[in-house]
């Protein structure tokens, strides 16, 4: 079946690292996928999608680029502050809400 | 516009209580959708409305979880009884027909002792 597989864990980096938080999924055709952020208290929101492959997604200066060849979908950031520090879900969207997947979310922290 | 709204934020029932926790969508949008978070099993869906009506009722959450869109801009998402092992984070979270980009609320911690 559809899935998302994304960095496990927590993720530790000091302030001005390079981030790359890993997201492979499984399906076929051409998925839309998203990643949210969630921060303590909060629910996840949305920082962005894309549904082509090389299309790049971004915001708040995180990025990420749907290659369909190696099917991922990771996200990076150049240079992360502390107030990036959360959970970042990868998701797969595809034909209506029905086949919608979140990862098990990646935990951020950032080290001032 | 306002963003999706949950009341409770935090909730404690004893077990065998039974809990409503209540959402209210982004206006206009026409799919809503409620989840648990825990941090063992991540987001699980437990209810699908498309206008108001029920798309997938959660296959093993619906035994004891409710829920029930009582117009376009209001649901709320029952359970009864409670028992301790549905201590989580309650998320509504709603979208625009076909869209598939799903806004969250800040969820209710339910806490059932």
């Known amino acids: 079946g559809d899935s998302v597989t994304q960095t496990e864990g927590q993720v530790a980096l000091s302030e001005e690292d390079f981030l790359t938080i890993h997201c492979n999924y499984s399906?076929?055709?051409?998925?839309?996928l998203f990643w949210y952020v969630q921060y303590p208290g909060e629910g996840p929101q949305f920082l962005f999608r894309?549904?082509?492959?090389?299309e790049k997604g971004s915001s708040r200066g995180f990025e990420a680029t749907y290659n369909k060849e190696t099917t991922s979908f990771h996200l990076q950031k150049a240079s992360v502050q502390e107030s990036d520090s959360a959970v970042y879900y990868c998701?797969?969207?595809?034909?209506?809400?029905?086949?919608?997947?979140f990862g098990k979310g990646t935990s951020l922290t950032v080290i001032p | 516009d306002a963003g999706v709204t949950q009341t409770p934020r935090h909730e404690v029932a004893e077990k065998g209580q039974t809990i409503i926790l209540k959402c209210e969508p982004v206006?206009?949008?026409?799919?809503l959708f409620w989840y648990r978070q825990t941090k063992i099993q991540g987001l699980e869906l437990l209810s699908y409305?498309?206008?108001?009506?029920?798309?997938?009722d959660g296959g093993a959450f619906k035994d004891r979880f409710k829920a029930e869109m009582l117009n376009s801009s209001f649901s709320t998402l029952k359970i009864q009884p409670t028992e301790p092992k549905d201590s989580a984070v309650y998320l509504c979270?709603?979208?625009?027909?076909?869209?598939?980009?799903?806004?969250f609320g800040p969820g209710t911690r339910l806490l059932v002792l």
């Open positions: 409305f498309r206008s108001k009506s029920l798309m997938e």
């Open positions: 399906a076929s055709g051409y998925p839309a």
């Open positions: 998701a797969l969207g595809k034909g209506g809400y029905q086949n919608f997947y």
């Open positions: 206006s206009g949008h026409n799919d």
């Open positions: 894309a549904s082509r492959d090389k």
């Open positions: 979270a709603s979208s625009l027909r076909g869209v598939n980009t799903q806004y």
